[in-house]
């Protein structure tokens, strides 16, 4: 008795037309913790730079220093 499954090929043309998608898990992530509270708007770009950024004020000092 053969099955089905044997003559099946999972290439990425069966992988593609796949009918269901599944969002990422930071996807998922995200939209949780959004639905709790809503995200602050943020600009697009900034003059300031992210926190904890390379060239911050701290490691300045460290390197003037030597």
């Not at 499954?5 to 992988?15: H, S």
């Not at 998608?21 to 995200?39: D, G, I, K, Q």
């Amino acid at each position: 008795m053969a099955d089905n499954w044997d003559d099946l090929v999972l290439d990425e043309d069966f992988i593609r037309s796949a009918e269901t998608t599944e969002p990422s898990a930071r996807a998922r992530m995200l939209a949780a913790r959004w639905r709790a509270e809503e995200p602050e708007p943020q600009p697009w770009r900034s003059d300031e730079p992210p926190a904890g950024w390379f060239f911050s004020k701290a490691r300045r000092r460290k390197w003037r220093r030597r």
